[in-house]
């Protein structure tokens, strides 16, 4: 990669139109809360049966309920916020006790298959879940941010809200009760829908969009100049395959990541590259929502990098020094 100067205006400008552009789209769903849980079962997916229906439908209402919590004040949707491309506006979101999360609210997007891990770098920051079925349970159970320690008891509790009743009798049979396998399934099947393709970017990739001269000159950028692909890579299905990397936000790192999960040092102060659709709705960013906009990124990347010993060489100039 080579040395990265965006302090002239213009280039800070053709860089921020780009990965602007990656973000634009717009999510077709509207929030429900559950005071308003809609027991109609719209058609999610044309030529979709009722049965498939229903457990998407299924899966949002339990998206958006707060019962999902030990005390009734925290949904999915608390911290995965849909105007914001399902990611939250705060560095560190508020648990059920008011307590924060250790790590930003990442965005829900684009995930192509439960079983991630075949597909790309599995779920999480610092992927530590590799398949999307058995990631549901882990922040309901989750001491910060739903805290429920027993699921026998969170099934009772949904099983006997009414408004599940008819929606239960399409989605897994008449009579039938919620599981933590069907409340998984059910989940899994609304976060796949959450699938942004069709930005300008997108568009334009694929020959059915154009681009303004700024916005190919930031594109020229992204891909060639400075490589930003490498590690963010914005192709259908290819979002999750980015892998994990330090981009020198630390010299002395703080959180060990990827390092939690492999046991390996040199894993220490690894993260999941982002996809960087949405981008702009996502703010603010990087594991630790440390910056507020996207142009205190790109001045990260342009001369804010801080040696470690774990600093991706694409972040180095050729004699290993960091690039600054
Ligand atoms: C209190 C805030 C909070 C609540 C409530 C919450 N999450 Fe999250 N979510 C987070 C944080 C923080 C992360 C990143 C955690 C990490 O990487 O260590 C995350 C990550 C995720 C991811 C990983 C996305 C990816 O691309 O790797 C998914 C999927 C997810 N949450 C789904 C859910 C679902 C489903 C629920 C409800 C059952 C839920 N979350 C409830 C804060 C929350
Ligand atoms: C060596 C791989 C690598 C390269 C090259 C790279 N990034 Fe990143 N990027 C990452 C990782 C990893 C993160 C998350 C880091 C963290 O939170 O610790 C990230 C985070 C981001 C974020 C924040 C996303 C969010 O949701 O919080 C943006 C925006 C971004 N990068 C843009 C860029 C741009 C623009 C370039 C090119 C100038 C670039 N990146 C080059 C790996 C890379």
């Known amino acids: 990669m080579k040395r990265l100067s965006l302090r002239h205006p213009m280039l800070l400008a053709a860089f921020t139109g780009i990965v602007f552009i990656i973000s634009c789209n717009k999510f077709k769903n509207t929030p429900i809360s559950s005071a308003e849980v809609d027991t109609n079962i719209p058609q999610y997916f044309a030529g979709a049966d009722e049965t498939f229906n229903a457990q998407i439908h299924l899966g949002r209402v339990l998206f958006y309920d707060k019962n999902l919590s030990v005390n009734n004040s925290i949904s999915c949707a608390s911290c995965h916020k849909q105007a914001l491309a399902f990611a939250d506006n705060t560095a560190f979101s508020t648990g059920f006790e008011n307590r924060l999360t250790k790590r930003n609210s990442m965005a829900i997007q684009n995930i192509t298959s439960p079983m991630i891990s075949i597909e790309g770098s599995p779920l999480f920051w610092d992927g530590r879940e590799p398949d999307l ?16 320690t027993d699921f026998d008891q969170l099934l009772k509790k949904l099983n006997s809200l009414s408004y599940y009743r008819p929606i239960l009798d399409k989605a897994y ?4 009760t919620l599981s933590l396998e069907g409340m998984s399934t059910a989940m899994t099947q609304f976060i796949l829908m959450f699938q942004t393709l069709h930005s300008r970017f997108d568009e334009a990739q694929v020959g059915s969009g154009s681009l303004n001269a700024l916005e190919v000159r930031g594109r020229l ?12 890579n914005p192709m259908p299905g290819m979002y999750q395959s980015s892998g994990f990397h330090n981009i020198g936000l630390e010299s002395s790192i703080q959180d060990k990541g990827r390092m939690d999960v492999t046991g390996n040092s040199s894993d220490e102060g690894l993260f999941r590259a982002p996809d960087l659709h949405n981008v702009a709705l996502t703010a603010p960013y990087m594991h630790d929502g440390r910056f507020n906009s996207l142009d205190e990124v790109l001045n990260h990347y342009s001369h804010g990098i801080q040696e470690n010993k774990n600093l991706s060489h694409v972040l180095r100039n050729d004699d290993g020094s960091a690039l600054k």
């Open 221 to 232: 950028l992204f891909n060639t100049t400075y490589n930003c692909v490498s590690c963010h």
């Open 133 to 148: 079925n058995s990631l549901i349970a882990k922040p309901i159970a989750n001491h910060i941010e739903m805290g429920i």
């Open 173 to 176: 049979g008449t009579g039938s």
